[in-house]
């Protein structure tokens, strides 16, 4: 357990984030500002301003810029951290898979955002699903206390040898970047102890072993490489596991690649990711209060996806409701066919019903999860719903 | 150390051959030259582009110091990412030597693409420098115009035809734009005059902030020359004044070498009929018809060297 107990403090999201970050002190950050991740890069420039951390703040002059320079940081020996929402993931886009591929383990909070067009600051998760592919471990929060512990584990799990990837720690903009809430935070030495020194792999700076990064491959090896990030992937699921249990000991506060809540007896389950995950809980516990036996469950770790995890929870029930922030237009949500993917080798499947919610910001309520859990029950749902859309 | 042929056959060689550029590519000629400007260690980037496809084809690598490349319009932000990390761990005492850090990109990757990458990493004052190696068009895609391409130029999205001269619109004077970055080196360099360009290179790499040199280099397919003929162009395009040399510090502007000897008329300014006729990719301006277009190349050429005279104040 950890040596002093902090006292609770009140703090929003970014404010969190950034809180986390000046407790690892790294060595270097360079960053955009876009809303709502702004905070966090505001709260940082100060510490930077007031020598609180060491770190070589850089201003860059776009967010591709930011993500080049991150990259090139990492890959020269430098623990490196950025903050990026919306179009600013957007317009990293580029790099995104590049960061994966040279295997700099760097760190990214995003501040998820809806994308444009048309243009809308407020959340869903339109910006890290287009982000899907490239290579990143993907973290979710669902509260001001997970978007900190998530910026805490999260450079365990990047830096581990066996991994060696970049990770987003996502948190829900102004749900979450915004909402203050009551936090506790975990003690500084305790912190620096748990992340551990930075030890780079190959690094530029090593200039007496010189090492050529970000090379040209032809096709056998650069299938080879890709491979190789997939058994990275695969790797990142074990180091989570360990990392989510060593928090715990530090902390007390338990997490897992996948969170559940009241899944062990219930029958009817509903997935959903983010700051929604407690909305859900609390229609959870009204619905089980009239005597409906419903759980929930949320992919902590979105990227390498849970499969394992995800047939588990659902193995059994009569229905599983998919909850997506954003959809693929023509197509579902991007959680829906994953877990129904997960659910194939089960020997009986239960019914899967897709949920399309809170895209743009949308509001998002009890009342529209449990009359969403409802039409499950009754078997009234179709195969993909747009709940709470007002025009 | 003196720049003497002499002194600089004796240095380590950074840029190993072997590589897979073209034969006559007037890239790792302008880059050797650049490496020689400095003996700390050192770490290179590339944009992508031609020498670096050619330089880094997995698993072998030309290259005897650290390497990295991250993509097409973000050079300088890489190389401002090293360099930012070098700065971090310096400050921290995990670092002890003094190091440079220097970015080697085509004209597409500065001019276009990686403008605002480049315009930023300036802005900010890293302790770097950045080489365009200007051979006046996409050249690893197939001789595509860029805005480093000049008027009347035949390439492959510029064509010359029954009614286009080529590419129309003159170049865009990106030496310039750096100098209005107020960045404490700028120079303009040809490989012909290893000298001149060992020189600058040793100021940049000292100058104690950001850097920017711009490096005429010929290309023989681009520009339709033999491969043989690589250094000759690169000295032509100084002689006659397409290319003028000359470097920019602290805000103050001077000439160099050939381009010097042309304005105290010491040496002769060669029309610009002698580029042309020297490189296929102008062969059409011969016909009579694109004629005023020669005449216009002739009349940009004299105004933009009119206006670098006054700027040095020679």
Known sequence: MAKKKLEDIAINGDGAVAYAWKQIDPDVCAAYPITPQTIIVEDFSKFVANGEVKTEYVCVE???????LCAASCSAGARTFTATASQGLAYMWEMLPITSSMRVPLVMAVANRAVSGPININNDHGDAMAARDTGWIQMFADNVQSSYDNAIM?????????????????????????????????????????VGEFEPVCPLLDYKHPTSHGMLDGPDFYYAHKHQQVEAMDKALEVAEQVFKEFKKLTGREYHLVDEYRCEDAEYIAIILGSSY??????????????????A????????????????????????????????????????PEVVAAATDLEEMPKMYNFIYGIGGADTSVSILKGAMESVIKGSADKINYVGMKL | MTTSLKSLNQLPVKLTSGHRLCAGCG???????????????????????CFEVSTTVYPYTSWNVPLIHTAFGNGAATCAGVEAAYQSLKRQGKIKEEMNFVNFAGDGATYDIGLQALSGAMERGHQMLYVCLNNEAYMNTGIQRSSATNMGTDTTTSPAGSVSSGKQGYSKDLTAIMVAHNIPYVAQVSPHNWRDTVEKAKKGFDCGGAAFINAITPCPRGWRTAPSMTVDMAKLAVETCVWPLYEVVDGKYALTAESLKIADGKAEKKPVTDWINAQGRYRHLKEERWA????????????RWEKLIRLTEH
């Open chain 1, 297 to 336: 469950a949320m992919p902590h770790i979105y990227r390498p996806w849970p499969e394992k995890e995800i047939a588990r929870i659902i193995k059994g029930k009569k229905a599983v409701a998919i909850f997506d922030k954003h959809v693929s237009l023509g197509a579902y949500g991007p959680l829906y």
């Open chain 1, 62 to 68: 776009s967010e591709h810029s930011a993500l080049t």
């Open chain 1, 154 to 194: 999260a450079p365990r799990i990047a830096e581990h040898p066996d991994v060696q990837l970049p990770i987003i720690t996502n948190l829900d903009g102004f749900i979450l970047t915004h909402a203050v809430e009551r936090m506790t935070p975990v003690d500084t030495d305790d912190v620096k102890k748990f």
């Open chain 2, 292 to 303: 005023p277009v020669v005449e216009k190349m002739q009349a940009n050429i004299d105004s």
């Open chain 1, 278 to 295: 407690g909305t859900m809980q609390e229609t959870v516990d009204r619905m089980r209060d009239a005597g409906i036996k419903v759980g």
């Open chain 2, 27 to 49: 890239e790792p000629i302008l880059a050797k030259q650049i490496l020689m400007g400095t003996q700390r260690p050192l770490v290179v980037s590339l944009s992508t582009g």
